[in-house]
RNA sequence: GCACCGGUGGCGAAGCGGCUAACGCGCUGGUCUGCAAAACCAGUAUUCGCGGGUUCAAUUCCCGCCCGGUGCUCCA
């Protein structure tokens, strides 16, 4: 019924796609998993234009963390995908550039919350470039939203639901809001708060009950509203803001697992009390990663931001690939030897592209014509299955899976002489279907590293770096092709010795030579 | 304690009622190569945490147990 309505809508929506060659059975409906329902559900803008969506960003009082980043991904893949089927995505994430640690930290370090905020806010950007993640179409600053929240809280004020206390702090009735807890499947029926907490410490009503807006304490930044002076709580941050820019009543919310509760079912309460109208229809949770199968914590000294790795040597490509192959809705486990493999698997895929790109196929003969080699059949069935594994809740791993398959299968029809050039547009159509989505073939990784040794160096921390990630900078892409150039004459003068010495030497500074047929190629490792 | 999720080869990880249990990495042997690398071929889990049950048939469904994780406390 409704189902069905959607998937036309959607389909308008989708010809507008370059790619003629996309027939909309290799496009299927994408479907995910509703926190909310409990249930996989279609995907598809409500208006029919544009998926409106919102994401929880990041809190800039530090560098992000591998675990920030594997949620960041995730949602990157989701609009990715949505944007290769052609849907049209109006996304937008906030940055949250005031709360308890900002105020904190930036005091203890003797600079205005602006100034505190400003890098790390900077730092999340670039590590998000680094990653490959796109950018939301609106990024939008707690403390540039100061005004939609004041005026969202007199919304629930004029209710009688949002209440003021007696220190000037405002707070959301819970008990007004009798559908709170179900996004996070709690029921707090029969909970009776006031035996278990000293209410009047609070000076709240009920124990349950959040703070919109919060009194300042003394020497602290404020805003002066009409509210009074202060600054806004935490939830009330993200129900503004995208109703801002989204509407009262929009397509989905992404953000990690722990923000389900209380976050997100906060931002439920605040906004359907105020507008009386279903906030966001779909809730998208990345779950936790663990890393070496404990949780990350600072204790555990198993904490990382991805800066640390990047000065440890590991490929942004590599740590993409790695966050973005468990599906969302799996704890994904990282580990060293994790990064390593999927290093590698990524220099597969660069490896295949390459030999697809830049080989002379032959043509296929007249008397070939009929006896079809299987390639172009391969690589479509293979596009197909990738973009079904990821209408199917985002299933990543099999994704993959689908693409590596056919590059086994493209591999040995070639060595087999049976890849002709007119099989390369669909194998490379498959190719840059994937990397529209897993955008790892690009090669930007050398790129970041520098980025990051001069950010280290700026920060003093260049001690961090593996003595490794040094050396392989040091060459510059003049001297290391004149010391390939020279190994290949050392090698036409049958002087294996000179030419191997000088093989070992680029090794030890990370760069790896390969003789082919088609010339010598060399890369950094 | 209550709630939720997961335990599949050396590692990571799909599959979730019946196909030889994907895929990546690793490892072993081979082809190619001056040697490597890349690429390919062959091999690498008679088995899916443990014990019951349902079924003609279970890794896949149900029950119990063990182990790991998460939430309940402004950490993605």
């Not at 830049?358 to 390639?375: D, L």
């Not at 593996?466 to 050392?490: C, F, K, W, Y």
Request: proline residues 3%.
């Amino acid at each position: 019924m409704s189902e069905q309505n959607q998937q036309i809508s959607c389909e308008a929506s989708t010809v507008s796609g370059e790619a003629g060659s996309s027939l909309p059975s290799d496009h299927p409906t994408p479907r995910l998993y509703n926190t909310l329902t409990g249930r996989v559900e279609d995907l598809v803008p409500s208006d029919g234009k544009a998926l409106r969506m919102y994401a929880c960003g990041p809190t800039v009082y530090d560098y992000g963390h591998i675990g920030n980043f594997r949620t960041f991904l995730q949602v990157d893949v989701l609009r990715r995908f949505l944007r290769l089927r052609g849907t049209e995505v109006r996304h937008v994430m906030n940055v949250t550039d005031v709360d308890d640690k900002i105020i904190r930290n930036a005091s203890a370090a003797g600079t205005a919350i602006a100034d505190y905020t400003r890098k790390y806010e900077q730092a999340f950007f670039e590590d998000l470039d680094a990653l490959q993640v796109e950018h939301p179409e609106v990024v939008a600053r707690a403390t540039e939203h100061i005004p939609a929240m004041i005026s969202l809280i007199q919304r629930l004020a004029a209710q009688d639901i949002a209440y003021r206390a007696e220190d000037g702090s405002w707070y959301f009735r819970i008990a007004r809001f009798p559908e709170y807890g179900k996004l996070s499947k709690k029921d707090f029926e029969g909970i009776n708060d006031g035996a278990r907490i000293d209410l009047d410490e609070y000076e709240k009503d009920s124990a349950r009950d959040f703070a919109l807006w919060k009194a300042p304490k003394a020497g602290e930044h404020k805003w002066d509203t009409d509210l009074g002076p202060g600054r806004p709580g935490w939830h009330i941050e993200c129900s503004a803001m995208a109703m801002q820019y989204l509407g009262d009543s929009f397509d989905l919310h992404a953000g990690g697992e722990d923000l389900m509760f209380p976050h997100h079912e906060n931002e439920i309460a605040q906004s359907e009390s105020a507008s009386h109208r279903t906030f966001a229809r779909h809730w998208f949770h990345v779950r936790f990663l663990l890393v070496e199968n404990r949780k990350m914590s600072k204790s555990e000294g198993n904490f990382y931001t991805l800066r640390d790795l990047l000065l440890r040597g590991y490929k942004p490509s590599a740590i993409r690939m790695l966050l973005i192959s468990v599906p969302y809705r799996q704890q994904l486990n990282f580990t060293f030897d994790g990064l390593a493999a999927e290093t590698v698997a990524v220099e597969r895929l660069r490896n295949f592209r390459d030999r697809v790109v830049s080989t002379q196929w032959p043509e296929r003969s007249a008397e070939a014509n009929g006896a079809a080699s299987g390639v172009a059949e391969t690589a479509r069935e293979a596009k197909s299955r990738f973009l079904a594994a990821l209408a199917d809740d985002l299933n990543t791993a099999e994704a993959r899976a689908a693409i590596f398959e056919m590059v086994r299968f493209v591999n040995a029809r070639a060595d087999a002489g049976q890849f002709f050039a007119n099989d390369t547009v669909e194998v490379m159509d498959a190719l840059d279907t994937f990397d529209r989505v897993f955008a790892v073939l690009d090669d930007h990784d050398e790129q970041w590293t520098r980025f990051t040794l001069q950010w280290a160096e700026r920060e003093g921390r260049l001690d961090e770096a593996a003595p490794e990630v040094r050396a392989g900078l040091e060459l510059t892409d003049e001297q290391i092709q004149a010391l390939i150039d020279e190994r290949t004459r050392s090698k036409r003068a049958r002087n294996f010795t000179r030419a191997d010495q000088i093989r070992n030497e680029l090794a030890a500074k990370g760069i790896v030579v390969e003789d082919s047929k088609d010339g010598v190629r060399w890369k950094r490792k």
